[in-house]
């Protein structure tokens, strides 16, 4: 909603300055937005008068002005315009000004030979419109020395403000000065709307195609016929406001309509009353009945749409948009105004329904004053009449008014117990009764709610009205209670993993994606989703209908993305939710991410090589040592799902508990993503491992760091090639958790010499003495219980 500061004051009787108004408005709940001055852009322009304007001695086309500013000299200007003339006044641009049209700063220069000091503008540089034909010409009252700003009108500031979906009262400059004068800004000043007597009796009638109820799509309707006017160009002080908030003056007619409508939020409509066909009807369109409208579009109508029709056909869509057909022209000469109030839900409905976007839509959708239609006419009739001349039939009307009127009882404590704000009584009643409430008792109060403030439903809306002009900045701050003495952490250990996973992964080196959790359902369907409860009824995108049972296909799609741009070594982790299904459980919170291609580049050390499933397995360990899973009593397995190479991936398992998946993806995952090279990427879900525990069932065993040398052993194991390597090694950590302090793989072999269907597994074992350096023959103890564990376990063979 935008005004000007002296259209506010024609409503409003104060002498606050801008800057109270501005900050008093957002204090009421209509917070400013912007506020523009035109005057800043015209800064150092003023009024010149044109004292001679002879031929240029060097151009045909131009002229060499001697210029009075009102400064007490006279400046020389080269000038190009077609009109400038001795005894002209126009806008003259000293040297140094900005011109906004031309983008230009002015210099003292020569043209042609003569010295120009400064510039006479035309409408267009200065944006004031399109014509550059010639340089603006004033009125020979404007006085020279002038600011530009003042003589063009343009020295009123702006104001926009945002006005929130109830406070349609606020769509008009009255309402707004309504509210400043409840806040203690001034004195409101009342609307004149006494009512016009008419000459006649109206030709044109209103009538209902229903039974008019006050809950009826339209339930009443008021208008009046005008005859001998003459339509045209609106005054200039009614143009001048229309193009301050940004309208395009049309015609007096159509421009008296607009005014009304910003002015005192009244929508209104003119049609040429030559080109109806008898009465004018309210009722709802017919099955594809059609309508060219205003803006020059056809809409076919159905019955949920209020029309506005005559004999012939429909000629407005009710409360929306009038039809070109029936569009007041320069040579009208009969007018027949309507004055309608339409239930808002209807109004919203059909707008949506035609895709049609209007000020009058705007406005009564959100609900205006159905008593409006009454003094909307008079004053619409009072502005005709002054602005166009001829004269005015008696009013007609249909309809009955709805049933606006409503009271409701404010206690005199609601106020305080609801806000903690201790407003006196007096000013309670004060307030409510400057913003229109009629208010009886001294408390508690019965508030008779005004015709437009449909949004008032009961005490708290009240309460709301006294506190927003009393202050909400007046509400006390209290700290809530302190519920022990020391704070508690926020965030428990489950939810603490994802910033620790995500510092993990950071920290290996990943760079951290953002992406949407939804995605194609076909892409969904290869990830193990698709299923129909997870499908989106009202997506943001056609192609983006599915909550993604994994966040890697959007990994994919990003590492996809990068490599386009020659980013072909992507590294890039997500922490997220996945969606197995739509009931409570069915979200997981996960650690994934990627690598794509080499995961060593060539370099002077040693030689390059791509990722491998070892390197997403490295990543998901790093991942569950961070959030303090137990990570040693975790065993890889296979068992990866179908979206990973089947002979290169697995899955972490506590038990038989799944912790995270990892490996390289599918051959036909990174073909369909055109993915040059190996994709290694990893899953973990950071919810799996078990929480800690809140207490230590025993004493924690004390870091002890010996002074003694540790020892090393290698067994070499001959194994069916279906045996895990971890398994061996999980086995020989095991035998004495005392003195063994690792067990690590070190070599395979399978070929000459191992039997078929046999490999070969070798670890080292590290022996840690803590009390004493052993001797041989513990250390042969130790290896004999290596050896048996790890045949007890996996059925392996020492080799010799």
Known sequence: MKFTLSWLKEHLDTKATLAEVRDTLTMLGLE???????????????????????????????????????????????????????????????????????????????????????MLCSSRELQLGDDHSGIIDLAPEAVIGQPAAEALGLDDAVIE?????????????????????????GTLKLVKADAVEGGYASPIKWTHGYEAKPDSPCPIVVGRHFRGIKNGPSPDWLQRRLKAIGLRPISALVDITNLVTFDLNRPLHVFDAGKLAGDLVMRQAREGEQILALDGKTYTLDPTISVIADSKGVHGVGGIMGGEDTGVRDDTTEVFLEAAYFQPIGIAASGRKLGILSD?????????????????????????????????????????????????????????????????????????????????????????????????????????????????????TTSLPRLSATSKPVRDPIQRRVPQARRALGARGMNEAVTWSFLPYKKAERFGGGQPDLRLLNSIDA????????????????????????????????????????????????????????????????????????????????????????????????????????????????????????????????????LKGPVAAFEVFLDAPPPPKAKATKARPKLVLSAFQPVERDFAFLVDAAIEAEKIARAARNADKALIAGARVFDLYAGKGVPEGKKSIAIAVTLQPVERTLTDAEIEAVSTKIVAAVVKATGAVLRG
């Not at 403000?161 to 800004?185: E, M, Q, S």
């Not at 994919?556 to 997220?576: H, K, Q």
Request: charged share 20%.
């Open 32 to 118: 400013v937005e912007g506020i523009t001055n035109p005057a800043e852009a015209l800064k150092g322009f003023v009024v010149g008068y044109v004292v001679e304007a002879i031929q240029h001695p060097n151009a045909d086309r131009l002229r060499v002005c001697k210029v009075d500013t009102g400064t007490g000299t006279i400046v020389q200007v080269v000038c190009g315009a077609p009109n400038a003339r001795a005894g002209m006044k126009g806008i003259f641009a000293p040297p140094g000004s900005y011109i906004p049209g031309t983008d230009l700063h002015l210099k003292v220069g020569k043209i042609r030979g003569e010295e120009s000091n400064g």
């Open 543 to 674: 192609t983006l209908d599915t909550m993604r049972p994994s966040i890697l296909p959007n990994l994919i799609e990003a590492a996809t993305r990068n490599e386009a741009r020659g980013l072909s070594d992507p590294a890039l982790f997500e922490v997220g939710p996945q969606y197995k299904d739509a009931s409570p459980t069915g979200q997981r919170t996960v650690a994934a991410g990627l690598r794509h291609n080499m995961a060593v580049p060539r370099n002077w050390a040693g030689p390059a090589r791509t990722v491998d499933a070892f390197d997403a397995k490295a990543d998901a360990l790093a991942v569950l040592a961070s959030i303090g899973a137990p990570v040693e009593n975790m065993s890889a397995q296979a068992g990866a799902p179908d979206w990973y190479h089947p002979g290169r991936s697995g899955a972490i398992k506590l038990g038989d508990r799944v912790m995270a998946h990892f490996g390289e993806l599918h051959p036909e995952i990174t073909a369909a993503a055109d």
């Open 360 to 476: 009058a839509r705007y406005r009564n959708e959100r609900g205006i004053d159905p008593e409006s239609c009454l003094w909307g006419a008079e004053v619409a009739t009072r502005l005709i009449l002054e602005l166009c001349g001829g004269e005015a039939s008696e009013i007609t009307r249909s309809g009955v008014m709805p049933n606006w009127q409503r009271s409701f009882t404010l206690r005199p404590d609601r106020v305080k117990t609801l806000t903690g704000i201790d407003v006196p009584g007096a000013d309670t009643a004060s307030i409510l009764g400057k913003l229109g409430f009629k208010v009886d008792g001294q408390g508690p109060w019965t508030a008779a709610v005004p015709s437009w403030r449909p949004d008032i439903v009961g005490e708290a809306d009240l309460v709301e009205e006294v506190t927003r002009v009393w202050g909400f900045d007046k509400i006390p």
């Open 161 to 185: 403000i945002k006005v929130t979906p109830n406070r349609g009262d606020c769509l008009g400059v009255h309402g707004i000065a309504r509210d400043l004068a409840a806040a203690g800004l």
